[in-house]
């Protein structure tokens, strides 16, 4: 689906359960855990990524592809996208223990899951 049809589903979602987006957040301290991501023309790597529960932490995500990606995980509450061959960095959490899937928007087969422990 287009990256605008699915942001205003999301959001529908959100009104639907009562739920508002998070607030702006804080800047990141360097204490704040760091994972690294990258995406391939038909995967994420890693395809599988354990991350710490109840903590903000970062999320370093590089498109390795020739063109441009968008990491999206509406249980994250997270979109962004990613341009060929640069790197973004996304805040996430606290997040409760528990498995969090993503795709790449622009290429739906490429998958991928947060475990958070
Ligand atoms: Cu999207």
Do not use: W
């Amino acid at each position: 689906m287009s990256h605008t049809r699915c942001s205003l589903l999301r959001l529908a979602t959100m009104v639907a359960v009562g739920t508002v987006p998070m607030a702006a957040r804080a800047p990141a301290s360097a204490q704040e855990p760091s994972y690294s991501m990258a995406i391939h023309d038909t995967h994420f790597e890693p395809g599988t990524l354990n991350v710490r529960a109840g903590v903000k932490f970062k999320l370093v995500v590089t498109n390795a592809r020739k063109v441009a990606a968008e990491f999206e995980s509406p249980e994250l509450n997270r979109e962004k996208v990613v341009p060929p061959g640069q790197t973004v960095t996304i805040y996430i959490g606290p997040l409760a223990p528990g498995t969090y899937p993503f795709v790449d928007d622009f290429h739906q087969s490429t998958k991928g899951q947060m475990i958070a422990k």
